[in-house]
């Protein structure tokens, strides 16, 4: 735990690797995408450590418990959370988490639309792991930044922000990242007219993510494939594999990507153009849209809206 307080004593001793231990089986929880059984664990690690005086574990299980929060999408949660975390890191002078803090800010932001705000954030952390030579920190951020670059119409900038992500995690020969760091990439080569280039980036994503067993990120892949052969008018291969997206985010029951693979796998539908198309992709959007109406983000709200519009365009 680097700088937590050492032991004062057996029960103390004991106490904190309780702390350890509820920490580690939330982050097996979370990275196996049972996110409800990791906030357990980790609001029981943060209660242990703020009863002993930890305050560096503290401000870890704080950061922990955003991370939790930005899978299940409760962002203003998570900003807190992260917020608090930085408070404490900068209180105790432990500056080598200042940038990770940072860019979760940003992801955050990101998430919640705010794109001047999440581009601030992460420049600033992307500033400082570039000066610190923290290099999957800095892919990461450049991540972040390619998809804030996307949407702000920089199409040129995103390519070559995620384009150097990408490289950093081949040089490091680390498939984690560079199955994470493909998905922008293919997503801003979509952005930039070029769905062909795109699917290459993701098939490659989609092996890495199978290879190391991250069913939602493969699912995640898939789910952008289809983007990429609806950009190209192959419909019926687009539905195919946001189906396949839906399926697996729904046995994952992750509800936000499973809204976001509904409205792909309609919108497929509906340009399929085939018999019984246009029922089907109405069932999937109205399934969408009941379940965007947890969230209340700018970016689930448009997004919502987007799909109620669609919905009332196919009314008879």
């Not at 307080?5 to 509820?22: H, I, T």
């Not at 990101?110 to 992307?126: D, P, T």
């Not at 950093?168 to 990242?177: C, L, Q, Y």
């Not at 991250?214 to 892949?221: F, G, H, I, T």
Request: charged share 30%; proline share 2%.
């Amino acid at each position: 735990m680097g700088r937590s307080r050492s032991c004062r004593g057996p029960r103390v001793c004991d106490r904190a690797g309780e702390a350890r231990l509820l920490e580690s089986l939330g982050m097996a929880c979370r990275q196996s995408h049972r996110p409800a059984e990791a906030a357990r664990y980790h609001e029981g690690a943060l209660a242990v450590r703020r009863e002993l005086g930890d305050r560096l574990g503290e401000a870890l299980s704080l950061n922990a418990l955003g991370l939790v929060h930005v899978r299940t999408r409760q962002l203003e949660a998570a900003k807190q959370r992260f917020t608090e975390a930085l408070a404490l890191f900068r209180e105790l002078g432990a500056s080598e988490w200042e940038p990770t803090l940072l860019a979760n800010i940003a992801t955050v932001g990101y998430e919640a639309g705010r794109l001047e705000e999440a581009s601030r954030v992460v420049h600033e952390a992307l500033t400082t792991m570039r000066e610190r030579g923290d290099k999957g920190g800095e892919g990461n951020a450049l991540r972040i930044l390619s998809a804030v670059q996307r949407e702000q119409g920089a199409i040129r900038d995103a390519l070559e922000s995620a384009g150097s992500a990408v490289e950093i995690a081949r040089r490091h020969r680390n498939h984690v990242w560079e199955g994470y760091w493909l998905l922008d990439l293919g997503q801003a080569e979509v952005a930039d007219g070029r769905p062909e280039d795109a699917l290459v980036s993701y098939q490659r994503a989609t092996v890495l993510h199978r290879q190391l067993g991250d069913r939602s990120r493969e699912a995640r892949a898939w789910n952008a494939a289809g983007e990429a052969y609806g950009r190209l008018g192959r419909f019926e291969e687009a539905a195919a594999f946001h189906r396949r997206a839906a399926a697996a985010h729904r046995e994952l029951d992750d509800h936000w990507q499973l809204a976001l693979a509904l409205d792909g796998l309609a919108s497929a539908l509906r340009g399929s153009g085939g018999s019984g198309a246009e029922e089907e992709a109405r069932r999937h959007w109205e399934e969408a849209s009941c379940t965007l109406a947890a969230y209340d983000d700018a970016r689930a709200v448009e997004l919502r809206s987007r799909i109620d519009a669609a919905l009332g365009a196919s009314q008879p």
